[in-house]
């Protein structure tokens, strides 16, 4: 071998995804991070199995409202207190309503509460906590400090004051959730954004003259976006649980529209006489938070940048 030859093969990596060293090759060549987080995903049978049980769900609530002839809203006099059986699968309500359409509903009002109301605190909170991080100094002192003072304000009496002004809608468990939900997003990012911002490619970016808000937007938000995932994987859970707690308490959605969370209060209250009118959404919500719960710790663990190794 010559010495041109062997100097080349201390600088290429063995094959087998390792390199001459011994080391392992984090991202081999001609897959992107993400196809390498993929195949790291679906090494874990319970993220898939959750993945599948939300499509199945969502599949559901799509379809289930189109298909059937019960309507959600619209009372059937005839069917109070059906047991479920044939043709309300699911039994009816003490207005005969179908309970499955009403529950496939709720799922759809749920989620559709959860992931919008993720996604604008994901988009608050990494704004926030980015530019607080570049920022730095007195800047960044005030922007945190108004977040420690919005942690202290108490998050029940703020929807019972919303309610009482704007009265109950959409809108208000949208703005009660957002108002807290994404404050612990803008603290983890602003530590990120400490860290990244003393990089190489944050310095070359600085002399060639990138002003800050691109900044943030090119070259600091792209490298938060596995940790931004996670967090709003693992908030939809959270955000959802508020919303059924909210609806619990009577501060939820307008009837006859139905979250789960306003299911689960009403069948509490039939729970001696007809169980199946708690029993029925309570699993379902159940079964939601928790997929999305164990699709959020499989995808930290694709996305650890250890796990490369």
Known sequence: MSAATGETAMREPAAGGTTSAGLPDPTPEGESPWRHAWLRLQRKPAALIALAVLGIVGLLCALVPLLSPFSYAAPDWNALYQSPGWPHLFGTDDLGRDLLVRVMWGCRVSLLIGITASLVSVVIGVLWGAAAGYAGGITDSLMMRFVDILYTVPFIPLVIVLTVLFGRSFLLVFVAIGAVSWLDIA???????????????????????????????????????????????????????????????????????????????????????????????????????????????????????????
């Open 187 to 309: 603290r983890i990012v602003r530590g990120q954004t400490l860290s990244l911002k003393s990089r190489e490619f944050v310095s070359a970016a600085r002399a060639l003259g990138v002003p800050p808000l691109r900044m943030i937007l090119r070259h600091l938000v792209p490298n938060l976006l596995g940790l931004v995932l996670i967090y709003a994987t693992l908030t939809i859970p959270a955000v959802i649980l508020f919303e059924a707690f909210l609806s619990f308490l009577g501060l939820g959605v307008h009837a006859p529209l139905a979250s789960l969370g306003t299911l689960v209060s009403d069948g509490a209250n039939e729970l001696q006489s007809h169980p199946y009118l708690l029993v029925i959404p309570s699993i379902f919500l159940t079964l939601i938070i928790c997929c999305f719960s164990y699709l959020g710790d499989g995808l930290r663990d694709a996305l650890d940048p250890r796990e490369r190794r």
